[in-house]
């Protein structure tokens, strides 16, 4: 009769750490400095999560690093990648999403969608959220011609932690994420003074990845093509 196969101790503890995310009890590397600035301190609203916000100075403007690491009892995890400035933070309210809004410059600001999955929050997109955002405008015959040039901006829409119902939806929890994109044109009419796009918003989809623009958006998304600020 053969044997019944056993994995050898050494091989199933390897097996077992290769499928869990990487964790760190150390934090930050040194030269990091954990911020008193509470605005940028984040709890789950399972509480067993806090956002930690570190930044490493620099005697130049531009050389300044920001990290987070996300705290779940002794064990921490960095949310990368590593930015020059601080950000905020939304959890879905089942804890298990989380969206990193990060400013990047004057005006202008990206998205990171986090996803708890084996203790610990990674990268549930290869690629940021509003680039996915973008890419989900551009693709569009009413939108796929707009050039932008700065204060390029994605935000995330207020609510997620109740699924928007201030907007009077009736849609399922934890499942959906209001993204609202935004810019400005270099070339524009000179009796205007700023010209571009004024809070276009898309409807993305945390259970199939996709991206859409519902009905109830139509008109103020039509008018965001056209927006502008008179001189």
């Known amino acids: 009769m ?15 750490l290769a499928a869990t995310p990487a964790l760190a009890a150390s934090g930050p590397p040194p030269g990091y400095v954990l911020t008193d600035d509470e605005d940028l301190a984040f709890t789950s609203p399972d509480g067993a999560t806090k956002l930690e916000q570190y930044m490493k100075d620099s005697e130049d403007l531009f050389g300044i690093k920001w990290q987070v690491w996300a705290r779940r009892g002794d064990q921490m995890t960095e949310l990368k990648p590593e ?3 601080g950000a905020g933070f939304r959890f879905t309210s089942d804890s298990q999403w989380l969206v990193r809004m990060q400013k990047t410059g004057s005006g202008s600001q990206d998205l990171f969608l986090y996803h708890f999955e084996n203790g610990a929050f990674v990268n549930a997109t290869k690629k940021s959220l509003s680039e996915l955002a973008w890419a989900y405008f551009h693709s569009r015959p009413d939108t796929k011609n707009m050039k932008l040039d700065y204060h390029i901006s994605a935000d995330l829409m207020k609510g997620t932690e109740d699924a928007y119902r201030w907007l009077g939806v009736d849609w ?24 571009g796009l004024g809070d276009w918003t898309c409807r993305y ?18 008018e965001a093509l056209n927006w502008e600020i008179k001189r």
């Open 172 to 195: 399922p929890n934890n499942r959906y994420l209001l993204i609202s994109l935004s810019g400005a044109m270099d070339k524009h009419p000179k009796n205007v003074a700023v010209k």
């Open 205 to 222: 989809d945390l259970k199939t990845g996709k991206f859409d623009v519902p009905a109830m958006f139509a008109k103020d998304n039509a």
């Open 83 to 85: 930015q020059g400035y």
């Open 2 to 16: 053969t044997a019944p196969f056993r994995t050898a101790p050494w091989l199933a503890l390897a097996l077992m």
